[in-house]
């Protein structure tokens, strides 16, 4: 599942991001922390498909569709 489709206090880990090194927004999140293993959080959905806000370690993004879209979680949720 994509970043965007986490909801509002649900937590995963990054599996990846796409888009690889030729696509300068996912360079951006690989810079800034979506890396494989860590654990992000969806803080804040306004709705309308305005910006979410997501929290990663210590640090909280406000990420729109097409770029919460390039990073693929692993749902951690016991089956």
């Keep these: 599942m994509s ?4 909801s509002v206090g649900a937590s995963a880990s990054v599996s ?3 888009g690889g090194t030729g696509n300068a927004a996912a360079q ?7 890396r494989k293993g860590q654990t992000v959080s969806c803080l804040l959905q306004p709705g309308f498909g305005a910006p ?9 993004y406000s990420l729109d569709k097409e770029t919460a879209d390039l990073v693929i979680l692993t749902d951690d949720r016991p089956s």
């Excluded at 951006?28 to 979506?34: E, K, N, Q």
């Excluded at 979410?52 to 909280?60: D, E, K, M, P, Q």
């Design 28 to 34: 951006r999140l690989i810079d800034i922390g979506f």
């Design 52 to 60: 979410r806000v997501f929290a990663l370690g210590n640090a909280t």
């Design 16 to 18: 990846s991001v796409t």
């Design 3 to 6: 970043l965007w489709s986490l």
